[in-house]
């Protein structure tokens, strides 16, 4: 190893990747953008989730107070892309089909709002668990990426010593040292994400008990 | 509306990467320097016992010998003439004595009320049994400075003769039994030689970034054909690499030339001190 891999030592762990070789970088540069996504995708769904939470809490005061289905219209206004409007609007629109020509009839009324329901959640539930399993590709990618740039840092390392002809800790270190950094990187990158895909499962549970939940006032009001 | 949050949170986790990609480039850097384990080495452990100790100790020492006190060279390491094998069998000397000293104060407690009055004032068959062992150690850690010494002195000994070689301007000394004699000019030009060739072979990749506190002491027998027979690591410094590195180059300069023939034991003795700062 040359001078400035051993002066590496004293500076901090990343700059260690100065004197690594092209695989070692690409490898690095890979598990950053992966990590950068998985961030991204973690900052965007918390703010997403936590709206639609509170939407959902919402909702579900308006329509306890509510004594009819278009009492509940009217008093729950919202935004378009809110997906309990959008249980309602749904529902709504459902009624309207059915009762443009005969208007006032229910039979078979229930039946065609619930699809409609099921429908509208299943959408929304698609919509939001969108990107989400990048996280968990993250988590089980990103350390065999990493160990790849160990695996073939070490190897690396292990050539020089069979050139050089001498084993020792000076020459040996620096390559392995600098070879295990990109299986932290990995880890690093993958640990958060494992982290956050585990609460995000939790949390779009909870999410979809809650429009079920308010799949059920909807069709309770309507039928009364 | 969607996107454009999407890409709001890209360019804050982005950022956040390049914070803590950055955080971990740096702080290595300043926290190796701080730690200053060797300045404490050469202690005086004779002062630890109070004032007369202190007194009469290494200085004293230094003026019997006839050796001046030299200044440190200022552009090189201080030259800190401390004995090397001295230190090591000193505390073990030391102790008892202080030992002692507790046990009188001590038995004096359990027999009599006013124990600190004892402890404060050393009886004078105390004092004089001190001065009798300081006495005794500073025999055997005289030591003198080769480079700056004017009249060159060794105690001969049978064999366990001592020497320290430090820094730019070397120290060596020997420490025996016998009594005082000059020591010849040809084995002080040998134990220079000696620790000219260590130098010239004691190349490290990348010593100019390492602390410049780090120091290790060793001492190397060398049989009269020059062969090493003997290394011992008195003092690592705490890096591993840099020890070794000091260890391989004392293995690949085996065989020394043979001693000179004015030396009259089988065997003698040298203490080396490296500093990083030899090399850079």
Do not use: C
């Not at chain 1, 973690?42 to 989730?49: A, C, G, M, S, T």
């Not at chain 2, 010849?184 to 072979?201: A, F, H, M």
């Not at chain 2, 690591?233 to 690499?241: L, P, T, V």
């Amino acid at each position: 190893m040359d001078v400035s891999i051993i002066n590496n030592f004293t500076g901090g762990a990343l700059s260690l990747l100065y004197s690594a070789g092209p695989v070692a970088k690409g490898v690095v540069i890979i598990l950053f953008v992966f990590s950068i996504v998985s961030w991204t995708i973690i900052f965007y769904k918390l703010k997403e989730y936590s709206r639609v939470e509170e939407d959902g809490e919402r909702f579900i005061r308006v329509a306890r107070e509510a004594d009819s289905f278009k009492r509940l219209i009217t008093s729950y206004r919202e935004t378009p892309r809110n997906p309990f409007y959008k249980l309602i609007y749904a529902s709504y629109r459902e009624i309207t089909a059915r009762q443009k020509d005969n208007p006032g009839t229910k039979t078979g009324l229930i039946p065609a709002v619930e699809n409609a329901l099921k429908i509208t959640i299943t959408d929304e539930m698609e919509r939001l668990e969108k990107r989400v399993s990048f996280l968990a590709t993250t988590a089980n990618t990103a350390p065999f990426i990493g160990l790849f740039g160990t695996v073939w840092g070490i190897m690396d390392s292990f050539r020089e010593i069979g050139l050089r002809g001498t084993t020792s800790l000076s020459v040996v270190a620096p390559g392995i040292s600098e070879a295990l950094i990109s299986t932290a990187i990995g880890l690093a990158a993958a640990i958060p994400a494992v982290l956050a895909y585990n609460y995000f499962n939790g949390r779009l549970k909870r999410i979809l008990s809650k429009m079920e939940n308010a799949s059920m006032y909807i069709i309770n009001l309507i039928e009364k | 509306m969607k996107e454009e949050t999407w890409f709001k949170w890209m360019v804050i986790s982005t950022i956040l990467h390049f914070i803590v990609i950055t955080a971990l480039t740096i702080p290595f850097k300043k926290s190796t320097k701080r730690i200053d384990l060797s300045s404490s080495y050469s202690v005086n452990l004779v002062g630890s016992l109070g004032g007369t100790g202190e007194k009469i100790g290494i200085t004293e020492g230094r003026g019997v010998e006839g050796v001046p006190r030299t200044e440190p060279v200022p552009e090189k390491k201080e030259v800190r003439a401390t004995p090397k094998k001295g230190p090591p069998p000193k505390p073990q000397r030391q102790t008892p004595v202080r030992r002692e000293k507790e046990a009188l104060s001590l038995s004096k407690k359990k027999v009599a009320q006013k124990p600190l009055k004892e402890k404060d004032v050393p009886s004078k068959d105390e004092l004089s049994r001190l001065e009798e062992r300081i006495r005794e150690i500073k025999k055997r850690t005289e030591y003198f400075d080769v480079t700056k010494a004017r009249s060159p002195v060794v105690q001969g000994g049978q064999g366990g003769q001592t020497g320290s070689l430090k820094g730019g301007s070397s120290g060596v000394g020997f420490g025996g039994e016998g009594g005082l004699r000059p020591i010849d000019p040809n084995t002080q030009r040998y134990i220079l030689g000696v620790w000219e060739r260590i130098k010239e072979s004691w190349g490290m990749p990348g010593i100019a970034s390492y602390k410049k506190d780090l120091e290790t002491i060793v001492t190397i027998k060398i049989r009269k054909d020059g062969r090493i027979v003997d290394i011992n690591m008195e003092k690592r410094s705490g890096n591993k690499i840099y020890d070794e590195s000091i260890l391989r180059v004392l293995r690949s300069v085996d065989p020394l030339p043979p001693l000179p023939s004015t030396v009259e034991t089988d065997t003698i003795e040298i203490g080396f001190r490296f500093l990083p700062g030899e090399l850079s």
